[in-house]
C-alpha cells in the first residue's frame, strides 16, 4: 500500500498539465468557415431583358426621341425593303421565314405593325401579332403558364404582371443569347 | 424501512470506495481513460460553442463517426443476451459466473450510445423535447423515438437485473425469482428489439437504396452476436488477470462455439448482399460500388472495407478451425473480428449510404480532429463505467465485499 | 490484499485511521482531477448567446396560443434587431382555406443560370458562409435522368450548354413526406395548404429528417449563421424566413411568407426565363391547373412514393 502512495505525485502533475493544456487551447485546431463573398446583384435582377416598347416605338437620334412617322412620312415605301443605311441599322434579322421588315412592320403606317392579312396591329398589342405565327405559345402565355410572371398567384389578392412577348423575345432575333450563370455551389469544407 | 435504506448507501458508499484503490496498475490505467474522457469532453465543450462544423459533416455526409459508433455500440449492447440465452434459457453452467459481466458490459456500451447520440444532435440543450408527454414524442411513426424508448428501457432493465443479484449477493440473501427472472427473459427479446429498431432507423428510409434493404436487420443482429461476445472473451481475460475472479476456459470456449455460428451467419448474409447488388448492377448499385470498388474516382473507403473483409474472414476462419481452442488464437480472432466488424458497420455502412447523394453528388467524408477526440473521450468513458462496474461487482461476486454481520441481523 | 479487504469488511466508509498526508495526498488528487475538469469544461465561456429561459422552455408551434405566438414573434424581432441592426416585420401567417401549392418546372426553357438559387438565398435569409442555399441546379446531359451523370458545380461562361439541360431540384413538399414520418420530435409537419414546414425553435438537429429526404432538399446549420447586415429581408415568418440558430434544419418552404399573402415565390420572379410556374391547384382556372391537365408532367423519383408537389415537364 505505501508502493502506492508515490504515485499520487505523477498522478496530480498529469492533472496539472492536462488542464494547461486545456486553458492554452492546445487540443485541435482553431475553426474556419469558408468565406462565400456574395453573388452580384446582377442576378438577382427582375427586369425583363427587353423594353417591349408597349407604349409605341420610338427612336432616338442625336439625343432627341422621334415617332416613326416623324421621318417615314416622308419618304416612300419602297416595293421590297432595301439595304438599311442612315438609321436602323443596329437591327438583325434573323427571325425565321420573315426575311424583310414589312411582313412584320406596316409599309405606310409606320407606327403600327401589320399582320399577314394586312391589318393592322399597334404597338401596344404586338402579342396579336406573334399570335398568328406561334398560336400554341400564344395560347400558353394568355393562359399564364409561358412568359415571366411576377406578382401574385392569387388573383383576389392582387394582379399578376405578364410582360408581352417583345418583352423578352426580340422580335427582329429572336433566338436567345447564352447568358453568364451565377456562381456554383461553394461547399463548406 | 430506513435500516435497508442505511443499508443500501453504505454499500454504495463502499463501492465508491472501492473504485478508488487499487494497485498502480490500476491508477494509472483510470488515469489514462480519465485524461481522454476529459480531453474529449474538452472537445465537446468545443462543438457546443461553435456547431458541429467542427466535424467533418456536411449536408451530404450528414451522419458520421458518431452514429457510426452507436449503432457499433447498440450492437455491443445487444450481444449481452448471447451470454443470458445459454444460462436462463438452457440452463448452461460454464457461463454462469460471467453473466452478470456481460451485463455490465451492456450498461457500458448502452451508456456509451446514447452519449454518441447526444453529441451528435445540434440542439441537445432541446433534448427535453424528446421525453414522452412533456416534450412532442413522435412515437410510433419515428423510428428514433422507438431506439429511445427501447434504448433507455434496456439500459434500466440491465441496471435493475444487475444491482438486484449484486446487491443481494452483498446482503448475502438468497434473490427472490420474481423480482429479476421476469426481468431477464424480458431483457433476451429486448436486447434483440434494440438492435433491430437501430436497423430499422436505416432500413426504413426509401430514399437511401444502400439501407433500403431487408437484410439489414439479419446483418446487424449477426454481427453484434459476433462482436460482442469477442469483446466480452477478450475482458473475461482481463478480469481473469488482474483479479482473483476464477473464469473457467470453458465459459470462453461455449462463446467460442456462439461466435462461429454468429460470423458464419454474418459473412453468409454479407455475402448475399454482395452478390445481389452487383448482379443486379442497377443504379442502385452506386452506394456499394462507391464503397468496394470507388466511384467516379473517389476511393477513400476502399482500403478500409477490404481490410475489414480481410479481417473478419480471417476471423471467420479461425474460429472455424480447431485451432482456436487455443486461448491465443482465440484472442487473435476476437480481435480481428471486433475490429473488422467495428469498420465493416460503422463506416462501412454508415457513409457509403450518403454517398453519393439522392441527387448524385460525391462528397466524401473524413471525421475531423476533434470529432475523433470526443470519439475517443466517449469510448474512454465507456471503458471508466465499465472498470468502475467490475472493480465493484467482482469482490462482491466472490464475497469479498458483503455486509457486515452485525448490520444484516438487525 | 488480504489486509485491504479486512478494512472493507471493518469500515464500510473507509474512513478509518488514515494518515493526515494520506488524506491531503488524496485530496490533492482529486482537486487536481476536478481543476482538470473544470479546465476541460473552459471552451463553453465563449457561448455567445446567453440563455435564454423562454426559449429554452417555449412549446411547439401547435400548441402555442395566440397570445404566447405574439410574445414569441416579439421576442424573435427584439433579437433580430439586436444582431443585425433592422426592425423586422416577424408574423405568423397561417395557411388559407381551400388552397393547396404546387409548382412546376419546365424543363426546356431553364437556362441552368442559378438565378433561382441565389434569389431565394435572399429573400429567405439563408447564410453566406457556411453556404446554405436551398435549390440545387443540376446540369444533365440529354438523354438521361439518371442524376449521377449529373453535375452540380458547372462554372461555364455562358448558359445553356449544347446538349445539356438544367433541373433544379428543391424541397418537393410531398404530399407522403419520408421527413415527417422520421422526425422524432415532430418538429417538421405538413400545413394545410401543402407546405411542409419546420419549427426552428422545436428541432434537435439529430437530422434524420435529412437522411430520410430522397431529394436532398433538407438543410443543417452546422454553424452559427452569417447573414450580411444589408442583406437581411425584414419581411418574416416564423415558419419560413426568420433567421435561424446554428444546429437546426431548414429547408425551402415555397416562400410561405409570400405565397400564404397572395404573392408568387422568389424563385419564380427572378427566372428569366420564366420557366417556373407556381399556384393553388385547387383553383381549377389556375395556371398550375392548366399545366397539370394540359402538360406532359412527371416528377422525381416516383418509385419512391412521396407524391411530390413539384412537376417538371419539357415544352419546347
Redesign the interface.
Known amino acids: 500500500?505505501n508502493?502506492?502512495?508515490k504515485?499520487?505525485w505523477?498522478?496530480?502533475i498529469?492533472?496539472?498539465l492536462?488542464?494547461?493544456s486545456?486553458?492554452l487551447?492546445m487540443?485541435?485546431?482553431p475553426?474556419k468557415?469558408?468565406?462565400?463573398p456574395?453573388?452580384d446583384s446582377k442576378?438577382?435582377?427582375?427586369d425583363?431583358?427587353r423594353d417591349p416598347l408597349v407604349h409605341g416605338a420610338k427612336i432616338e437620334q442625336a439625343g432627341f426621341k422621334y415617332n416613326c412617322n416623324e421621318c417615314h412620312a416622308y419618304l416612300q415605301p419602297p416595293e421590297t425593303p432595301k439595304k438599311l443605311i442612315g438609321a436602323h441599322q443596329h437591327i438583325v434579322l434573323k427571325h425565321g421565314i420573315n426575311d424583310n421588315c414589312f411582313k412584320c412592320h406596316h409599309r405606310t403606317k409606320r407606327e403600327s405593325l401589320v399582320d399577314i392579312y394586312g391589318t393592322e396591329v399597334p404597338f401596344k398589342q404586338s402579342a396579336q401579332l406573334c399570335q398568328k405565327c406561334h398560336g400554341p405559345k400564344y395560347r400558353d402565355w394568355k393562359?399564364?403558364?409561358?412568359?415571366?410572371?411576377?406578382?401574385?398567384?392569387?388573383k383576389?389578392?392582387?394582379e399578376?404582371i405578364k410582360p408581352t412577348c417583345a418583352a423578352?423575345h426580340n422580335p427582329h432575333a429572336p433566338k436567345?443569347?447564352?447568358?453568364?450563370?451565377?456562381?456554383?455551389?461553394?461547399?463548406?469544407? | 424501512m430506513a435500516k435497508a435504506l442505511l443499508n443500501y448507501i453504505s454499500f454504495l458508499c463502499r463501492c465508491v470506495a472501492i473504485s478508488f484503490k487499487g494497485s498502480t496498475r490500476f491508477y494509472a490505467w483510470m488515469t489514462f481513460l480519465t485524461v481522454l474522457t476529459l480531453i474529449g469532453l474538452n472537445a465537446y465543450c468545443k462543438q457546443l460553442v461553435h456547431g458541429l462544423h467542427m466535424t467533418g459533416m456536411t449536408d451530404q455526409v450528414s451522419w458520421g463517426a458518431y452514429i457510426a459508433n452507436f449503432t457499433y455500440l447498440v450492437g455491443m449492447a445487444a450481444a449481452a443476451v448471447m451470454l443470458v440465452i445459454p444460462v436462463y434459457l438452457y440452463k448452461n453452467k460454464e457461463l454462469e459466473d460471467v453473466v452478470i459481466i456481460g451485463e455490465l458490459f451492456a450498461i457500458a456500451a448502452i451508456i456509451m450510445a446514447l452519449l454518441f447520440v447526444v453529441v451528435d444532435l445540434g440542439r441537445p440543450d432541446r433534448f427535453w423535447h424528446l421525453i414522452p408527454f412533456i416534450g412532442k414524442f413522435n412515437w410510433p411513426i419515428s423510428m428514433l423515438s422507438w431506439d429511445v424508448v427501447v434504448l433507455n428501457i434496456y439500459l434500466l432493465l440491465n441496471m435493475h437485473v444487475c444491482g438486484y443479484l449484486l446487491y443481494m449477493r452483498y446482503l448475502r440473501r438468497k434473490p427472490t425469482k420474481a423480482f429479476y427472472l421476469p426481468f431477464v427473459f424480458i431483457s433476451i427479446i429486448w436486447a434483440v428489439s434494440i438492435h433491430t429498431v437501430t436497423a430499422f432507423l436505416f432500413a426504413g428510409l426509401g430514399g437511401r437504396p444502400f439501407w433500403n434493404t431487408a437484410i439489414l436487420g439479419p446483418r446487424f443482429i449477426a454481427s453484434a452476436f459476433v462482436s460482442g461476445p469477442a469483446f466480452i472473451v477478450l475482458s473475461l481475460q482481463f478480469i481473469r488477470r488482474f483479479s482473483d475472479y476464477k473464469i473457467a476456459d470453458q465459459a470462453l470456449f461455449t462463446l467460442r462455439k456462439l461466435m462461429q455460428v454468429a460470423m458464419l451467419i454474418s459473412f453468409f448474409l454479407f455475402l448475399n448482399e454482395f452478390f445481389v447488388e452487383l448482379y443486379t448492377d442497377s443504379l442502385h448499385v452506386a452506394s456499394m460500388q462507391y464503397l468496394f470498388f470507388g466511384l467516379h474516382g473517389h476511393n477513400a473507403l476502399v482500403p478500409w472495407i477490404w481490410t475489414a473483409i480481410a479481417f473478419n474472414f480471417t476471423a471467420l476462419i479461425l474460429f472455424v478451425l480447431p485451432a482456436s481452442r487455443s486461448i491465443k488464437w482465440l484472442n487473435l480472432a476476437c480481435i480481428l473480428s471486433v475490429v473488422g466488424i467495428w469498420i465493416e458497420k460503422g463506416m462501412g455502412l454508415i457513409i457509403p449510404g450518403f454517398i453519393p447523394t439522392p441527387l448524385g453528388e460525391i462528397v466524401e467524408y473524413t471525421p475531423s480532429w476533434n470529432e475523433i477526440l470526443i470519439c475517443v473521450g466517449i469510448w474512454a468513458f465507456g471503458f471508466l463505467i465499465y472498470t468502475i462496474l467490475l472493480k465493484t461487482s467482482i469482490p462482491v461476486l466472490l464475497g469479498k465485499l458483503h455486509i457486515k454481520h452485525k448490520e444484516a441481523k438487525k | 490484499m488480504s489486509e485491504e479487504n479486512k478494512e472493507n469488511n471493518d469500515n464500510p466508509l473507509n474512513t478509518g485511521p488514515i494518515s493526515r498526508r494520506d488524506f491531503l495526498k488524496r485530496g490533492a488528487v482529486l482537486t487536481s482531477g476536478i481543476t482538470a475538469m473544470v479546465a476541460a469544461l473552459s471552451p463553453l465561456k465563449q457561448l455567445e448567446d446567453t440563455f435564454d429561459m423562454e426559449e429554452f422552455v417555449q412549446k411547439h408551434y401547435k400548441e402555442l396560443t395566440p397570445k404566447e405566438m405574439e410574445g414569441v414573434l416579439k421576442r424573435i424581432a427584439k433579437k433580430v434587431e439586436k444582431k443585425y441592426g433592422t426592425t423586422p416585420n416577424v408574423q405568423d401567417i397561417k395557411p388559407q382555406e381551400g388552397v393547396e401549392f404546387s409548382y412546376a418546372l419546365n424543363l426546356s426553357r431553364c437556362i441552368g443560370c442559378r438565378r433561382c438559387v441565389h434569389a431565394c438565398v435572399d429573400e429567405n435569409n439563408q447564410s453566406r458562409s457556411p453556404e446554405v442555399q436551398y435549390i440545387r441546379v443540376l446540369k444533365m446531359p440529354q438523354g438521361t435522368m439518371d442524376m449521377e451523370k449529373g453535375d452540380h458545380h458547372y462554372n461555364v461562361k455562358k448558359v445553356p450548354e449544347e446538349g445539356h439541360f438544367y433541373m433544379p431540384v428543391q424541397c418537393h413538399q410531398c404530399e407522403k413526406p419520408p421527413c415527417v414520418k422520421v422526425c422524432p420530435v415532430e418538429a417538421t409537419w405538413q400545413e394545410p395548404d401543402g407546405i411542409t414546414v419546420i419549427d426552428y425553435d422545436w428541432c434537435i438537429g439529430c437530422r434524420y429528417c435529412e437522411a430520410a429526404c430522397p431529394y436532398w432538399a433538407r438543410r443543417f446549420n452546422f454553424s452559427e449563421p452569417s447573414i450580411p447586415k444589408e442583406k437581411i429581408n425584414p419581411n418574416m415568418n416564423y415558419l419560413s424566413n426568420r433567421p435561424r440558430s446554428k444546429g437546426v434544419m431548414e429547408k425551402c418552404h415555397f416562400c410561405l411568407q409570400r405565397t400564404r399573402e397572395g404573392k408568387l415565390p422568389a424563385c419564380l420572379e427572378v427566372c428569366p426565363t420564366g420557366s417556373r410556374t407556381f399556384g393553388n391547384i385547387l383553383d381549377p382556372e389556375s395556371e398550375i391547373s392548366y399545366i397539370l391537365k394540359n402538360k406532359r408532367v412527371f416528377v422525381l423519383k416516383e418509385e419512391a412514393g412521396t407524391l411530390p408537389r413539384f412537376f417538371y415537364y419539357f415544352d419546347k
Not at chain 1, 468557415?33 to 462565400?36: A, L, P, S, T
Not at chain 1, 393562359?143 to 392569387?154: C, F, I, K, L, N
Not at chain 1, 436567345?176 to 469544407?189: L, R, S
Request: hydrophobic residues 40%; charged residues 10%; proline residues 9%.
Open positions: 500500500m508502493s502506492s502512495k504515485y499520487y505523477p498522478i496530480i498529469v492533472f496539472v492536462l488542464a494547461l486545456f486553458v487551447d487540443w485541435g485546431k475553426i468557415i469558408k468565406q462565400n456574395t453573388v442576378f438577382l435582377s427582375h425583363t431583358v393562359a399564364g403558364v409561358h412568359g415571366r410572371p411576377s406578382g401574385y398567384w392569387d383576389t389578392k392582387g399578376t423578352c436567345f443569347q447564352p447568358i453568364e450563370p451565377a456562381p456554383a455551389p461553394a461547399g463548406n469544407h
